[in-house]
């Protein structure tokens, strides 16, 4: 049954926003997507509407999130960028979108984070909890872990329900080694935006993104309290990537 919701989606023109759109019906009535780059216009028929504009803008902002139910934030800079642009876009336009959500009293925020956040957590630690301490390994990561703080405050502060995804590698298949660990495949990604729209009063919460991969290195538990159940795993491309490299020492796949 599709659920009643009216859902904003950020960053929809993006990766993960159009994987989201094609299993609209998984996760809400219908949607406005708001992108910087204009998102393709709705098909006869698709219940979207289109907002061209930066998640930056609070009177934008305004004319999208009124009347909705939640919104999924994934709009902003996807990896490493110049700190002035990570800090206004993804640090101040997250902070903007938890404004408008306050403002306009949505019940649910689902926020995309990154396993960069935690990037320097040694991989060896495993499985790595949902909720470990923030070590980014990058200024992108930096972003993200300002990202989760502004997330932890809105919630604390306003009572907000707002779920940060810590995603690993979301493509269509893995690209390389280290994604038969981290990937999450797209229809994952569809049941875990709907677990994080759906698990009744999360408060602020943490949770990995990430499939049910064998050489996962991360916890499944914070998935598990919100009733994400994974169903893919990278094993089926491990014959892309045979042998068996060295794995990276930090989570992030980043080396110093
Ligand atoms: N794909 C992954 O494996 C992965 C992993 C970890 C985290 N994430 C996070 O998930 C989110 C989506 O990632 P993606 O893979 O779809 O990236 P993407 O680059 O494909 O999509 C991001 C979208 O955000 C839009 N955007 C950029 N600046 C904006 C602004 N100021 N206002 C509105 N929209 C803006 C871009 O135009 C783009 O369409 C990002 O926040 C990213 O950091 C993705």
Redesign the pocket.
Known sequence: MTPSRTLVI??A?????TYLRSSLDDIAARARL????APLEAAPGEPVEIHQG???DPDLLDVVCRGTDAVVH?????GDAPWPDLSE?NVG?TREVLEAARRHGLRRVVV?S??HAVGFHVRACQPLADDVAPLPDSLYGVSKAASEALCQFYSAKFSMDIVCLR?????DAPQNHRMLSTWLSPADFVRLTSASLTTPHPGFRLVWGVSANTRRWWSTAGGEAIGFRPEDNAERFAELYPGSPPEPEYVGGVTI
């Open positions: 950020t960053g023109a993006g990766r993960l926003g708001i992108d910087i780059v930066s998640v930056t994934l709009g902003g800079f996807a876009v336009g995309a990154s396993n995603i690993g590698s979301c493509f």
